[in-house]
């Protein structure tokens, strides 16, 4: 199915025991998990989550996770990460199918399992036993006319009302990445509160990240430690690497510094905002974000990039030294193993 009739699908119904999110777009890839978490913690609020990465795991290890419940708990998510590696349900996946199509005949139907292939393509063999096995959802950027619709109702799923014309505006700010069109309607959520229509004006008037704020949805790859979309989006920089970039990849970091030691601290999301002075929106990206490092990570990283903008303020690194340096920065954190949450 597309993501579109997953979305409506997830609206009437419980989700499947098994989940395939698959196709070339990762960040409808990453919506689709994220509403499947919500439905989640929403239907089954003790249920516990689980993450495995296909770099590190193979499917023996989220089968056996799923045939066994939890200490605390009986409902289980349980998410695989890059299952589009050859150990997993990528290349010759014969062997993995068969595991699943074993495990699944007699499932232990307290575990859903959610298998997340960035980049698989359609005629793969996974996609059609998915199909048999639960949700196979394919997972593009979505068009322009099936966008105004979707944004349309995920106003109404908030309690407000955009018109045509608003929504054209938006998408054209922002552009078809369905993660920012949602960040858009949060802020814009906050920004006419207690209103509940969003005008024309309203969406002229608030900056979005998107085309006027380019920096941003760089920031956001890095931050979750997407590589490859990172250094993508670094290359498309209007003003190449400069002193702006350094400083506000620097200011972020920061940031999921104090969030991540404010988590390891005991802090609660409102807690933390409070305490760090941030708008609980912009501290609800940061905590999901910060989940992707470990506070040392964190520490090293910023070190590293001290010391890139300490070269770039003082002219001490040469005509395009700087945006190696931030290439191989965003290289090292991207790649490290990422922290277990």
Known sequence: MYFDDFLSRLKKDDFANFVLLFGDSDSVISEGLQVIKEKFKKSKPGGTVQVFDGTEHDLTDIITAAQTSGLFANTQLLIFKNAQKDKCLGGRSEGAIQQLKNYYDNPNLDSYMVFL???????????????RLGWSVQCSDMPEWKLVAFVREQAKNRGLTIGEEATQWLIQKI???IAYLQRGLEQLTDYIYPEKTITTQHVKELAVPGVESEIFPFLDAVAMRQTDKALKLMGSLQDGVDTGTTMMLYGRMRELLMVAAGKAAGLGQSQAAEVLGL???????????SGQFTVEELKEAVKDLIHIQAGVVTGRLGKGVPTVMLEWWVLKWGKNKMAVR
């Open 279 to 289: 708008h609980p929106f912009r501290l609800k990206n940061l905590w999901e974000q």
């Open 175 to 177: 552009g078809n990445d």
């Open 117 to 131: 292939a960035p980049g698989m393509k359609k005629t793969v063999k996974a996609v059609t036993a998915a199909e």
